[in-house]
């Protein structure tokens, strides 16, 4: 068929084909043709035919033109801008003839190049099917008219679809050229402006399988697709790759591609006819009616749709309906009979201006019969075998658009929007074919997102509760341990007032489990933010009180081995405790600037989403209320340096002591084992909980480390005191001395008059250099009884 209609086109080109002339007396008016006969776009093979049936036609009627007898000059446009202009440029330059009019391109890519010049030869342009929204702009394009509405017209039925079935969310992919930017542009505003979503929206040039791609990872299911027709096959090969079809799915694309568009051979594409056939079924397209079926209404020219239908077949021959732009050839008969009864009518007026003129005295310089052709297009309406024909004052066509759905091969009429009645945005589905969801309904618009409220459940909490409970228990009966047996000698010797504040540290610890356990779900977001800022105060002080008490007795048996006198040194328990309350002001100073120039805020956190396995339409999000501030990350940085070197200080008092072998008052082996524990928990909790999403097992995960690291730390020093706490060691009684007095105590050993103090303190002393020389000799490894 193609080879034929080429054929046909070349005997026309020589002058050997053209529509009958009726009357050999009448004056030839001749009429430019531009006709995308090949390229991208072949719809001269269906517009060529309807041009000269209607040229036929007209010049057969002796009521339209009289005198005078219509002959089109068709020239390839080849779909390229560059080609229509030079083949424009071309014939308008040939003096053996003067065009009157110039009907084309089909081709948007040759329409705007030539509509922008062939104004400077004060000719009508009149366009079949040309759609870029860019020829709307009157200023660029002053007297350019078309049959066809720009492509942004489409986007009516479009939002008119996502209306009726309620969707907000869409994509949309077009390819990189004016034609469909420009429309996309339009219905990307248009579809803000009622609230609708863009979750993507792409373009490509060639090859659209990266945007394809992307379409499908925003999780959306309703995708606009604008492109050409061997650019759609290319788009649609790739959603089969990516399993962006089915019942899930819904695509949108022009409608006024040929017929079976994506079975065309196409080297291009690796898929197969049946994958193509399956990615493409049940998807829209939106056309122009150009071929409006049940309408008995004749013409003005008095021809109905079904009867142009028949005569069209009839002259092409088989195959017709096969043709490129098959269902929108109605638009080029109806385009000659426009500008037939636009010469008709500008005849007469020129008949009637004091100066009488014809038609056959135009010239490129005759301003006046090119603005009497143009008043009389811009107030033309009749009906055409097309439908109505009327144009805005952008020259653009207003006319019916339907909605078509792929089914079986075939391109189903399931509804219609008449932008000449009404709103012009109202779609009409009752009277035609329903549309067909392979589910049986429409699809979502979107994978559901649905927020996963993560609080801490109750079983869990309570469980927390019991277990600070517990421990809280365990350090008070410590505490009434220590208070009770604080005058015998193991534990009198271990600084019983400072273990209390060691004690006191750990059930700080320990509350701050509870405040940790408390949410949303329990609380207000006010009280939750509290319960925030009430745990860090505790566990920050906690921390320093216990383990500032521990290092702080290490720090003085420290200075009593190394003391180099027989002198009493002075380090009572209140020194101590200044240390601890050193350590303890310092972190109120920080949590006060804290508090006070960066508050924490409950926030809410978004977690790594979840596939409901049963339902993949839907996705969960864990959300969960956090406490967080801005620079929080530089205050908890702080802590952790504060604390840090005290672990530190801590480890090196422990070494320093390691050979003081009296254990009711050496805890270096203990310190040593609590730091350790300290270190790993850290080790293994912080990076886990940075990680850690599910509000559950984070709590239990923090809760976990903070109760096995204030039990730990406690038992560690406790326990052996409590199996010690009836030994008896005489050989100790010398050093228990020196530490009696240093704490200012008032016990038995105290009882030693003076001198003999000062005696045996001597005698230690020496003992001590002794023992020293030998270690670092390497002679002895004995340590001090």
């Avoid at 051979?265 to 071929?291: G, K, R, W």
């Avoid at 017709?320 to 008709?344: N, Q, R």
């Avoid at 101590?576 to 949590?591: E, G, K, Q, R």
Wanted: net charge negative.
């Amino acid at each position: 068929m193609s080879v034929l209609l080429l054929l046909a086109f070349s005997l026309t080109l020589a002058g050997t084909f053209s529509p009958a002339i009726c009357d050999p007396n009448a004056t030839r008016l001749h009429l430019l043709g531009l006709y995308p006969m090949t390229g991208s776009f072949a719809g001269g093979e269906a517009f060529l035919p309807a041009s000269q049936l209607a040229a036929q036609d007209v010049n057969a009627n002796p009521d339209v033109l009289p005198g005078y007898q219509l002959v089109i000059k068709p020239l390839d446009t080849k779909c390229d801008g560059g080609t229509a202009t030079d083949v424009m440029y071309r014939e308008l330059y040939n003096t053996t003839t003067t065009k009157i009019m110039i009907i084309g391109a089909g081709c948007s890519l040759g329409t705007e190049p030539t509509a922008q010049a062939s104004h400077h030869w004060n000719l009508i342009q009149l366009s079949y099917s040309a759609s870029s929204p860019e020829l709307s702009n009157r200023d660029r394009y002053p007297r350019f008219f078309r049959m066809f509405p720009p492509e942004s017209v489409f986007n009516l039925v479009w939002l008119a679809v996502i209306k009726e079935f309620k969707w907000t969310k869409v994509a949309t992919l077009h390819q990189s050229v004016d034609l469909f930017s420009l429309a996309m542009s339009d219905f990307q505003e248009d579809a803000k402006a009622m609230g609708i979503e863009i979750l993507a929206a792409e373009s490509f040039v060639d090859n659209p399988i990266i945007q394809v791609e992307n379409i499908k990872n925003t999780g959306a299911r309703i995708i606009m697709g604008n492109f050409y027709p061997n650019m759609a096959r290319r788009v649609f090969c790739a959603a089969y790759h990516h399993q962006l079809y089915g019942a899930k799915y819904v695509w949108f694309v022009p409608g006024w591609f040929e017929a079976l568009w994506w079975r065309k051979p196409d080297d291009s594409i690796d898929c197969t006819v049946d994958q193509m056939d399956e990615v493409v079924a049940h998807t829209f397209q939106v056309n122009i009616i150009a071929l409006p079926t049940g309408r008995n209404k004749p013409s003005k020219m008095g021809v109905t749709t079904e009867v142009f239908t028949r005569r069209f077949h009839d002259f092409v021959g088989n195959g017709a309906e096969l043709l490129t732009s098959y269902k929108e050839c109605a638009l080029g008969y109806d385009s000659v009979w426009a500008i037939a009864f636009a010469l008709e009518e500008a005849e007469k007026q020129l008949q009637a201006l004091d100066t009488p003129r014809s038609l056959s005295d135009f010239t490129y310089t005759d301003n006046v019969t090119v603005d009497i052709l143009f008043r009389i297009l811009s107030d033309m309406q009749f009906e055409g075998v097309s439908g109505p024909v009327k144009f805005d004052d952008k020259g653009d066509r207003i006319c019916l658009l339907d909605l078509h759905q792929i089914r079986d091969h075939q391109s189903v009429l399931v509804g219609i929007v008449d932008t000449t009645t009404g709103t012009g945005n109202d779609l009409q589905l009752d009277g035609y074919q329903p549309i067909h969801w392979p589910d049986g309904v429409p699809p979502i618009d979107f994978i559901r997102v649905r927020e996963d409220k993560q609080t801490i459940k109750y079983p869990i909490f309570v469980t927390g509760v019991v277990f600070a409970l517990l421990g809280i228990v365990l350090a008070c009966c410590f505490l009434a341990f220590n208070i009770r047996f604080r005058t015998t000698r193991v534990i009198k010797m271990s600084s019983p007032n400072i273990n209390n504040l060691m004690l006191i540290g750990g059930m700080l610890a320990y509350v701050s489990i509870i405040f940790l356990g408390v949410d949303v779900n329990i609380a207000s977001t006010d009280t939750f933010v509290f319960m925030c800022k009430v745990k860090t105060w505790l566990l920050t002080i906690g921390f320093s009180t216990a383990f500032g008490a521990m290092f702080s007795k290490t720090w003085r048996v420290h200075k009593i081995f190394t003391n180099k006198t027989a002198m009493k040194l002075d380090l009572q328990d209140s020194r101590l405790c200044s240390f601890i309350a050193a350590l303890v002001v310092v972190d109120v100073i920080i949590l006060s600037i804290w508090t006070a120039t960066d508050p924490v805020k409950a926030t809410k956190m978004q977690g790594t989403k979840v596939v409901d396995p049963d339902e993949d339409d839907i996705v969960y999000i864990p959300i969960r209320m956090m406490c967080e501030s801005s620079n929080q990350t530089y205050w908890i940085g702080a802590f952790y340096v504060i604390d840090g070197l005290l672990l530190i200080f801590g480890a090196f008092l422990a070494w320093e002591t390691r050979k003081v072998s009296i254990p009711a008052l050496n805890d270096s082996k203990y310190i040593g084992i609590c730091v350790y524990n300290i270190l790993i928990l850290s080790l293994i909790g912080a990076p886990v909980s940075f990680i850690l999403e599910e509000q559950n097992a984070l709590y239990v995960l923090q809760a976990a480390l903070i109760w096995l690291a204030a039990t730990l730390t406690l038992c560690v020093v406790f326990i052996p005191k409590i199996r010690k706490r009836n030994d008896v060691n005489p050989t100790q009684s010398t050093m228990v001395s020196r530490v009696a007095q240093s704490e200012g105590s008032t016990s038995v050993v105290d009882t030693q008059n003076e001198v003999d103090m000062q005696r045996e303190l001597q005698r230690l002393r020496q003992e001590n250099i002794r023992l020293k020389n030998k270690i670092l000799l390497g002679q002895s490894s004995t340590t001090l009884d």
